[in-house]
């Protein structure tokens, strides 16, 4: 058993499917397929449908082969994420093969093979389709059939379970032979209805697409109600020898752990984290053959691709929970990981073999916490921490009713460094400016806040939403998460005046995205009086938001980048105010210029450790900007004798550049100051107020 015991159902919808070519009904099949994950990892596996289409040159109808190309996930591809391959030409290549050795040499024939002059690559699956002499095939990844196909005796149990209705073939990296494999044993065994790989996975075929979808989870559910069936009652992972830690403990662990390993793995790329502690982890993790089985590695290339070929298992016990001790063993483990992936490189290289690539490990295994995976930005890391998952399903049904076996080093090693796999990787776009970076911004929900996280969305970092507001809180997340993927942002409804709100906060960033690197310091407040009209309630709101707040967070950004040893970036909002005092607002120009001072202090204290503070200082930016709203815009306009509505035109002319100043144009400063591009600043202020000779810095 693979921990799934429920069978799966068919979301095939005859209604739908009816108004599909044949494409479309290929592309309706994968999407069903991809949706779920017992069927498929994310990225893993392909779909294919041999077509007849009108050839653009003849005229006449030529079969083609759509097939997933290189690269695509089956959940979420569209059709332009198919190859089409002129099957005719595909089937040439067999006349100029020459034996394993040609293997790669192959792979650039087959864009001489496109069709209609189309640009997605075909992947190196695509003999695989190619020559099994069936309209439809399916290549899946679920956890239930790998767990048979990583048995030490899979073979056996293939034919135990499937008879002849599913063969099975010995283990092959995927390419052309294993395309000629796969086309001789289905010639040999004409009513066989698909083959297990051998540590790798399932194909199933048929000549109508839906027939195949069918089939597919027919084979996926006989699998998976074997194993409930053989494994019941019987030791899981030779059985628990440790007990889970209560859910907010595991959680205050990884927020201290996390950014530790963040800071030791991240020196020359950045990276970021995903914490997981479902039941299938904590099964895993507590259990008495965690070491033994970690050590063996994956078996599935999909999986050790995303996760290296084995885990980092820390030493910790839940039962006398210790971080501090495992802290001061931290450096010892990574270095003991990174001389043993050292050792493996060395051992399984080639003459001409990629140079080794980040020798830190992906996957970090925690007795009675659960599992962090680390990657060059959240979508991989989760998906990384994904396909252990799955390793985890193998594993245990396979070391449950047969010998679990990794795939052998040099096997691994082979795919991992792959000169095909090294092209991908040199192929893809360069990382964005701030990729691996998470910004955590006060006041994100409101006009400058929600403008500076864009920005720095864009730039590839991972932003933390933070503001009181929650109705516009959860209107930006929703909105953010819509538009730039839900990996990219989460959020914190935060009273930057309550001290224990901030520490929780800064804790849950950690445990959402590893740790945190940039602080945009925002939340704001404005206020309007005569001084002897001034409550002392509207004073201390005014220092308690906008001085002691901008303090905490602060405070907490600084013990965050200690502990991370990667330097750190504070920006802090200020106002023209702040350095130009203004009639009426005495209390919000103090703790403006508070905040001001308070950026100088810290600048001089965060130097040593690489942190820098810089301030930019807005003013009149009235569009979406909720302070604005209500009684400051009204005792704004008041106090300048003009009318409320024509506050924003008086602002534009009264600066030197007559131009108004819009959130994005604090945002862009905040950006610069942010990133690298201001490497050799800090301390300093840009005024974004297009120009007011009062509040010139001196």
């Given amino acids: 058993m693979t921990g799934q015991t429920h069978l799966l159902e068919s979301r095939w919808d005859d209604a739908h499917a009816a108004n599909l070519d044949e ?5 309706y099949r994968s999407n069903l397929l991809g949706a779920d994950k017992r069927i498929t990892n994310y990225g893993g596996g392909n779909t294919s449908a041999k077509v007849m289409e009108t050839d653009p040159l003849t005229g006449e109808k030529v079969q083609v082969l759509w097939v997933k190309g290189s690269g695509g996930d089956v959940g979420t591809i ?10 005719e030409k595909l089937e040439a290549l067999k006349g100029i093969y020459k034996g394993v050795e040609d293997e790669d040499r192959m792979v650039g024939f087959l864009p001489h093979c496109t069709f209609n002059l189309n640009p997605r690559a075909a992947s190196i699956d695509t003999p695989l389709h190619g020559f099994v002499p069936f309209t439809h095939v399916d290549h899946m990844h679920p ?9 030490k005796n899979s073979k056996e149990l293939t034919q135990q379970i499937f008879g002849a209705d599913i063969g099975w073939l010995p283990w092959r990296r995927p390419g052309f032979q ?34 195949c979808y069918l089939l597919t989870l027919e084979i996926i559910n006989k699998a998976i109600e074997w194993f409930a069936k053989e494994t019941e009652g019987k030791l899981i992972f030779g059985g628990a020898v440790t007990q889970s830690l209560p859910a907010e403990e595991r959680r205050a662990i990884a927020a201290r752990l996390m950014p530790e390993i963040r800071g030791r793995i991240g020196k020359l790329e950045r990276k970021l984290g995903h914490f997981d502690d479902q039941d299938a982890v904590l099964e895993f993790v507590n259990s008495a053959n965690l070491k033994p089985l970690g050590a063996l590695g994956t078996s599935c290339p999909d999986h050790f691709l995303r996760t290296k070929i084995r885990p980092l298992i820390l030493d910790f016990n839940p039962a006398t929970p210790d971080v501090d001790q495992v802290l001061s063993s931290l450096d010892q483990a990574l270095e003991d990981y990174r001389a043993d992936y050292t050792r493996y490189y060395e051992a399984c290289k080639h003459d001409n073999s990629p140079k080794i690539r980040d020798p830190n490990p992906v996957i970090f295994l925690v007795p009675g916490v659960g599992m962090f995976s680390f990657a060059k930005d959240k979508a991989t890391a989760r998906i990384a921490g994904e ?4 390793a985890i399903n193998v594993m245990r049904g396979a070391s449950t009713v047969s010998d679990y076996q990794g795939l052998p080093e040099q096997e691994a090693f082979d795919i991992e460094y792959w000169l095909l796999e090294e092209a991908k990787l040199q192929r893809m776009p360069k990382p964005k400016s701030l990729a691996g970076r998470v910004a955590f911004v006060t006041g994100g929900a409101g006009g400058i806040g929600r403008a500076t996280a864009e920005r720095l969305v864009s730039e590839g970092a991972c932003v933390v939403l933070a503001d009181i507001d929650a109705d516009a809180l959860s209107s930006t997340l929703a909105d953010f998460s819509k538009r730039h993927g839900v990996d990219s942002v989460r959020s914190a409804k935060l009273d930057v005046t309550q001290e224990t709100a901030v520490i929780d906060s800064f804790a849950a960033a950690s445990v959402e995205f590893g740790g945190v690197d940039i602080l945009v310091s925002n939340a704001g407040i404005a ?3 005569p001084v002897e009209d001034t409550t002392l309630a509207m004073w201390d709101k ?12 602060s405070r907490e950004a600084f013990r965050l980048f200690r502990r991370q040893k990667l330097g750190g970036n504070v920006v802090f909002v200020a106002s023209k105010n702040g350095l130009a005092s203004s009639p009426n607002a005495s209390a919000y120009c103090t703790a403006k210029a508070a905040e001001i001072h308070l950026a100088r202090c810290l600048a001089l204290e965060g130097a040593d450790a690489g942190i820098r503070v810089n301030t930019v200082n807005p003013d009149a930016v009235l569009r979406g900007s909720k302070i604005w709203n209500g009684e400051w815009r009204e005792q704004r306009a008041a106090s300048s004798k003009i009318e409320v509505d024509d506050l924003e035109e008086h602002y534009r002319k009264r600066s030197m550049l007559k131009l108004n100043v819009f959130p994005e144009d604090i945002a862009e400063a905040i950006y610069f100051l942010a990133s690298d591009l201001s490497a050799k600043s800090t ?13 010139f810095t001196r």
């Fill in 143 to 151: 956890d239930a059939i790998i767990a048979i196909a990583a048995s």
């Fill in 387 to 390: 396909f252990y998952v799955n």
């Fill in 178 to 211: 294993l395309g000629l494999d796969l086309e001789a044993f289905v010639k040999a065994n004409p009513t066989a209805k698909g083959v297990v790989l051998e540590s790798h996975g399932l194909f199933t075929w048929a000549n109508d697409a839906k027939d």
């Fill in 527 to 529: 206020s309007s009086a």
């Fill in 23 to 27: 494409p479309g009904k290929l592309l």
């Fill in 78 to 87: 569209k059709l332009d994420g198919f190859a089409t391959l002129y099957q």
């Fill in 542 to 553: 005014n220092i308690s938001i906008l001085a002691t707040g901008y303090f905490l967070v």
């Fill in 683 to 695: 301390g300093n202020i840009i005024n974004v107020d297009a120009g007011n000779a009062q509040s």
